[in-house]
C-alpha cells in the first residue's frame, strides 16, 4: 500500500486548503483513513480519521467545527477540507491507514492502529 498525500501550501490566516490522500490498492475502502499533522518540535498529533464505511468521523478538539474528512472509495481518496485556517493549523499533515479491516468502533485517534503513513505535505498558515 502507497499512500500519497497532496494540496498543502501557503494560506492567510481565515483561507482555506483541501488535502487529498490517494492510495494504491484494492481494499481501500475496507479500511478507516486518518489525518495526523505535526508542527515543528511537537510531536505528530490526531487531526481527523472516517470509518471505512464513511458513515463515521472524528475530530480532535482543535479542528472540530473547521476541518471537514470525506472519502471517495471509488478513487481510492480521502480529503481533508481544512476551513478558517489559524496560524497554529501550521504543520506537516500526514494521511494514514488503519489497520483493522471492516472495524466498527472508534480509537482512531492513537498512531499504533495505523499501519501505512503517507510521506506528508506542508500546511503553512500565516497571520
Known amino acids: 500500500v502507497q499512500l500519497q498525500a497532496s494540496g498543502g501550501g501557503l494560506v492567510q490566516a481565515g483561507g482555506s486548503l483541501r488535502l487529498s490522500c490517494v492510495a494504491s490498492?484494492?481494499?481501500?475502502?475496507?479500511?478507516?483513513m486518518g489525518w495526523f499533522r505535526q508542527a515543528p518540535g511537537t510531536e505528530r498529533e490526531f487531526a481527523a480519521a472516517?470509518?471505512?464505511?464513511?458513515?463515521?468521523?472524528y475530530y480532535a478538539d482543535s479542528v472540530k467545527g473547521r476541518f471537514t474528512i470525506s472519502r471517495d472509495n471509488a478513487k481510492n481518496t480521502v480529503l481533508l477540507q481544512m476551513n478558517s485556517l489559524k496560524p497554529e493549523d501550521t504543520a506537516v499533515y500526514y494521511c494514514?491507514?488503519?489497520?483493522?479491516?471492516?472495524?466498527?468502533?472508534?480509537?482512531?485517534?492513537?498512531?499504533?492502529?495505523?499501519?501505512?503513513w503517507g510521506q506528508g505535505t506542508q500546511v503553512t498558515v500565516s497571520s
Open positions: 490498492g484494492r481494499t481501500f475502502g475496507s479500511y478507516g
Open positions: 494514514a491507514k488503519d489497520r483493522r479491516a471492516n472495524y466498527g468502533g472508534g480509537f482512531y485517534s492513537v498512531e499504533h492502529v495505523y499501519d501505512y
Open positions: 472516517i470509518s471505512w464505511s464513511g458513515r463515521s468521523t
